[in-house]
């Protein structure tokens, strides 16, 4: 365990004597500064430090990150300050332990406004700088692995494993981390659901053994048809779906395993998108597709920046079998996701660096970063951030599609609705109706990912209050709220005062009181007077001159009532 280990894992570039001299000086600082210090599994505490740092190095990150990794803890746990850091290693190094240390704050449960202002910080940081966040992955990724350390405290292993499949697996998907994503949250499946997680282990070993030997066989069968084709084909290999993945699956299958066709899905890697779509045609040739299973996100990527093709076909003894297609450039990519694409300008003073200059290879896969920290701004309460977050950010995503081809993301249950406010609040608010897909849909129709929504608009047309009762997205409810409360108050009600003069009897208020509610006028206040046998009455209700007149030719078909006179007031 030494610096050498860290320059060995990242391949993709070598590095500078200058940044080697800054890697050999975190590592000797933070091993310093945790000298003595033990986890709960018994090991140094160092060591935790090192294996973050050396997951970095694997994600190919800059030696600031890396450095940063091997001292995110320094802060938190040792006698040293955020301000010595920054003294020993610069603005910049110290910027991204602050963030980490900041996240580390951040606890899912028990959610009140302490918890939502932190995930206020976790957002921050992820629009000023995502390196923190892929910091606070390599943490939490190495924390979970050594979860089983706190066997004694049951409670606080459940709360992490929660903490990390539903806040942290989320944001790896989110960044096109889908590796990742995929092992926080199978590490996370045995604390959160330890009667499923047993259940799936024993009843699923024999079944993946048997589909690889059935796979290898298919395997065989497409590299040579490949190969004849002159596909150059990187390699051909295997992906099992994940625990988690499959369990979610099972429950949706009535824990049925022969119901699972791709429980091991064929993976071909090519060189280029041409040959992706022609691997795609040999595919088809060699066995028939399944109707409505073929994927191009090669075309139409995931928001998530994911990128590759799915066909499922009935395969050698008709079994249906999943095929994945994709280059080596798109592979590296669905494996670490944007951190593949991460790349910072060389600084030419740490003034550069304050004023943020960073590039991203595909900025349009951050857009959901920009419109999460734009979304922030517009909940002035702690609370609501925290549920909108949840709801918008933490559940399952759908994908429609503009007439103009632009792609929406959205939360799982999204209405045509939620769409139209997605894309311009106006757009929303004068929404009148929307066809999917060109035929005409309801308001309230659940979109489905890869529909084609076009909104039909009318001018000065407002929202309906109805709405809120199906939209999904918290910014269509605010926005709704909001024009109607404004609407509400545009509209001022008349009230009319009544004055009835009538022979007192046992009856007669309320007699007068069933008309008034039979024709649907609210009563606000009503004083009454006895003057000998006459009974004076005042009634305020909320009536215009129209309702008020009809209103007095039901009520003088009461034989007491002597005398009626209204005004508006």
């Known amino acids: 365990m030494n610096v050498r280990d860290l320059i060995k894992e990242r391949q993709s570039k070598n590095f500078t004597n200058e940044e080697i001299s800054l890697l050999g000086r975190a590592f000797d600082f933070s091993k310093r500064g945790h000298q003595g210090q033990k986890r709960k599994s018994g090991e140094p505490y160092f060591n935790h430090c090192f294996q973050t740092a050396l997951q970095l190095a694997n994600w190919q990150m800059d030696s600031p990150t890396i450095a940063a990794g091997l001292l995110h803890d320094i802060a938190e746990d040792t006698k040293y300050s955020l301000e010595e850091i920054k003294k020993e290693f610069g603005e910049e190094i110290s910027f991204l332990v602050g963030g980490v240390t900041k996240l580390g704050h951040l606890k899912y449960l028990n959610a009140d406004i302490e918890q939502a202002e932190n995930l206020r910080k976790m957002i921050l940081a992820l629009s000023q700088d995502l390196r923190v966040i ?22 606080k292993q459940k709360r992490i494993a929660l903490e990390t499949s539903e806040i942290y697996a989320t944001i790896a998907y989110r960044l096109g981390m889908a590796n990742l994503a995929g092992e926080l949250e199978d590490l996370s499946f045995p604390y959160i659901n330890p009667s499923g997680y047993k259940w799936l282990i024993e009843n699923i070993k024999e079944k993946y053994g048997n589909r690889q030997k059935y796979l290898e066989k298919v395997k065989n069968i497409i590299e040579k048809k490949l190969k ?29 395993l022969e119901q699972i066709y791709d429980l091991v899905a064929l993976r071909i890697i090519v060189n280029t998108i041409e040959e992706c779509y022609t691997a795609l045609g040999i595919v088809h040739q060699t066995w028939p597709p399944l109707p409505g299973r073929i994927k191009d996100y090669i075309a139409m990527p995931k928001p998530n920046g994911y990128r590759s093709l799915h066909t499922t076909v009935f395969c050698l003894d008709n079994k249906l079998t999943e095929f994945q297609i994709r280059t080596l450039e798109m592979h590296q990519a669905s494996e670490n996701g944007i951190a593949a694409h991460w790349l910072y300008e060389q600084k030419k003073s740490e003034k550069d660096y304050l004023e943020k200059k960073s590039v991203f290879a595909e900025k349009k896969e951050l857009a959901w970063v920009e419109q999460l920290r734009s979304w922030q701004k517009e909940f002035s309460n702690s609370e609501e951030f925290l549920k909108s977050l949840k709801i918008d950010f933490l559940k399952d995503r759908i994908f429609a599609i503009t007439p103009k081809g632009e792609v929406i993301d959205l939360p799982a249950g999204s209405t045509p609705v939620d769409f139209a406010y997605a894309i311009h609040t106006e757009i929303g608010a004068s929404c009148v109706g929307s066809k999917i897909n060109g035929k005409i849909t309801p308001l309230d129709y659940q979109i489905q990912s890869g529909d084609l929504v076009e909104i ?17 997205t918290s910014m269509a409810k605010k926005k709704i709220k909001s024009s109607v409360k404004k609407s509400s108050k545009l509209i001022k009600k008349e009230i009319a005062e009544f004055k009835i003069t009538a022979i007192d009897r046992i009856g007669l208020l309320k007699d007068i009181s069933s008309i008034f509610s039979r024709n649907r006028i609210n009563i606000q206040t009503t004083n009454t007077n006895l003057i000998g046998q006459h009974r004076l009455i005042k009634i305020k209700c909320e009536a215009d001159k129209e309702k008020s007149e009809k209103l007095i030719l039901k009520l003088k078909k009461i034989k007491e009532i002597k005398e009626i006179n209204y005004k508006i007031i």
């Open 134 to 155: 892929f910091i606070k992955l390599a943490d939490r990724l190495h924390n979970i692995k050594t979860l089983s350390a706190l066997s004694q405290t049951p409670n």
């Open 456 to 472: 039909l608009v009318q001018k000065s047309k407002k929202p309906s209050e109805s709405w809120l009762e199906f939209v999904k």
């Open 228 to 256: 004849e084709s002159g596909i150059r084909l990187v390699k051909v290999d295997f992906r099992a779906k994940r625990y988690s993945s499959l369990y979610k699956k099972l429950l949706r299958e009535n824990m049925n």
